[in-house]
Antibody, heavy 115, light 109 residues
Framework: QLQLQESGPGLVKPSETLSLTCTVS??????????WGWIRQPPGKGLEWIGS???????YYNPSLKSRVTISVDTSKNQFSLKLSSVTAADTAVYYC???????WGQGTLVTVSS | DIQMTQSPSSLSASVGDRVTITCQAS??????LNWYQQKPGKAPKLLIY???NLETGVPSRFSGSGSGTDFTFTISSLQPEDIATYYC???????????FGGGTKVEIK
């Protein structure tokens, strides 16, 4: 099984861009015909799919976030990343990275949007 | 867009009880449905995939059934360690879109 680990700032100011990275271990991100993605969970609430990217680079985003989201892959570092622009308090959440299949999600990282 | 309606949103049951959670899709999703367990402070854990297949290492008291639009998740004999929130998740591979139900919080009576 692949292992995924999120990293990035835990505090972001309103109107700025949230940036997170997911590091993949136990396999190469470019040799797997998987897709890689992000899910978030506001405190005390349910799960929301943000988007995903195929190893080929094709991206798919939640329509409600599409205008603010960019997901990319860095094969040289075996990582994929999330950028969410123009954040507000409503973007405060635990952000999880995941991949296709039965590999466990990352442990999650809490990002708080506050000045 | 496909919507997933999960019920109930919470339930309280005694140890040993049979617990059932339902999930309804707004359109036919075949068997493209997973069930996850989430304990406080932890990432969701896959229990059931493709509607009825038990993930390796998951106790056999957990089961899933259904296809098309109506799905059921069952704990045959509730244990104290099963206290958690459970989510259904619909998935498409082309494109790779996920949709979650609202979750069911299971508590011990």
């Amino acid at each position: 099984q692949l292992q995924l680990q999120e990293s990035g700032p835990g505090l972001v100011k309103p109107s700025e861009t949230l940036s997170l990275t997911c590091t993949v271990s136990g396999g190469s991100i470019s040799s797997s015909s998987y897709y890689w993605g992000w899910i978030r969970q506001p405190p005390g609430k349910g799960l929301e799919w943000i988007g995903s990217i195929y190893y080929s680079g094709s991206t798919y985003y939640n329509p409600s976030l599409k205008s603010r989201v960019t997901i990319s892959v860095d094969t040289s570092k075996n990582q994929f990343s999330l950028k969410l622009s123009s954040v507000t308090a409503a973007d405060t959440a635990v952000y999880y990275c995941y991949t296709e299949g039965d590999s466990p999600w990352g442990q999650g990282t809490l990002v708080t949007v506050s000045s | 867009d496909i919507q997933m309606t999960q019920s109930p949103s919470s339930l309280s049951a005694s140890v040993g009880d049979r617990v059932t959670i339902t999930c309804q899709a707004s359109q036919d999703i075949s068997n493209y449905l997973n069930w996850y367990q989430q304990k406080p402070g932890k990432a969701p854990k896959l229990l059931i995939y493709d509607a009825s297949n038990l993930e390796t290492g998951v106790p056999s008291r957990f089961s899933g059934s259904g296809s098309g639009t109506d799905f059921t998740f069952t704990i045959s004999s509730l244990q104290p360690e099963d206290i958690a929130t459970y989510y259904c998740q619909q998935y498409d591979n082309l494109p790779p879109v996920l949709t979650f139900g609202g979750g069911t919080k299971v508590e011990i009576k």
